[in-house]
């Protein structure tokens, strides 16, 4: 069975960088997809979990219209880890990052489609 683990995250001033990675391990075919998405600190009503962006193995990659441009997702098939680089960091990114994966190939940004989830990691971004 698939599981995923994430590392790095952390505090930044806005306008800063961070990196998210995300290892992948029990895939018996090599085929997976990875999204990441987030959870806001306060959940409210319409602040719930947002899907942030998601990559097949194959490459095929689709960003939420939030981070389109800021952020950028990334396949390293060497060591089955998918990267989330995240540039000019605003505040309202702020909240804790979790990755999950399935053993399909698509970039679907709807988390109901990955069963696997991390625990998740912080990210904090300051004015």
């Known amino acids: 069975q698939l599981q995923v683990v994430e590392h790095g995250g952390g505090a930044v001033q806005a306008g800063g960088s961070l990196k998210l990675s995300c290892v992948v391990s029990?895939?018996?075919?090599?085929?997976?997809?990875v999204l990441w998405f987030r959870q806001a600190p306060h959940q409210s009503p319409g602040n719930e979990r947002e899907?942030?962006?998601?990559?097949?193995?194959?490459?095929?990659?689709r960003y939420a219209d939030s981070v389109k441009g800021r952020f950028t997702i990334s396949h390293d098939s060497d060591n089955d880890t998918v990267n989330l680089q995240m540039n000019m960091l605003k505040p309202e990114d702020s909240g804790t990052y979790y990755c999950?994966?399935?053993?399909?190939?698509?970039?679907?940004?709807?988390?109901?489609?990955?069963?696997?989830w991390g625990q998740g990691t912080q990210v904090t971004v300051s004015t």
């Open positions: 999950a994966a399935v053993s399909m190939r698509w970039n679907r940004l709807v988390l109901g489609d990955y069963p696997k």
């Open positions: 029990g895939s018996t075919t090599g085929v997976y997809s």
């Open positions: 899907g942030v962006a998601a990559i097949s193995s194959a490459g095929s990659t």
